[in-house]
């Protein structure tokens, strides 16, 4: 399974952004899909999951703020992040498996990453 985020960059506090994910090489409908994200100088963690019937899990730290959705004709899943703070800046990776739990503790897929920078 190949996966391509995009979607990151440079913004101000506050703002939004969306990423998006490209799926290939599977059946992406039939898998769990997450974002997970890392800090410099922190541990990678998990931001927001969606099962494949598409219901969504959003972690503490960004709930109310960060929206995960999916688009399984288009093998994409998004994740819309508003109200965006410095803490949020982070490489945020897309991720996915087959199995709910395997997608979040430890994914068998994961994508290269996207830089997101939240400058205040």
């Known amino acids: 399974v190949h996966l391509v985020e995009s979607g990151g960059g440079l913004v101000q506090v506050g703002r939004s952004l969306r990423l998006s994910c490209v799926a290939s090489?599977?059946?992406?409908?039939?898998?769990?899909m997450a974002w997970y994200r890392q800090a410099p100088g922190k541990q990678r963690e998990l931001v927001a999951t969606i099962t494949s019937g598409g219901r969504s899990i959003i972690e503490r730290a960004v709930k109310g703020r960060f929206t995960i959705s999916r688009d399984n004709a288009r093998n994409t899943v998004y994740l819309q992040m508003d109200r965006l703070i410095p803490e949020d800046t982070a490489v945020y990776y897309c991720?996915?498996?087959?199995?709910?739990?395997?997608?979040?503790?430890?994914?068998?897929?994961w994508g290269k990453g996207t830089l997101v920078t939240v400058s205040s």
């Open positions: 991720a996915g498996d087959p199995l709910l739990i395997q997608t979040m503790t430890n994914p068998n897929y």
């Open positions: 090489g599977s059946i992406f409908s039939e898998n769990a």
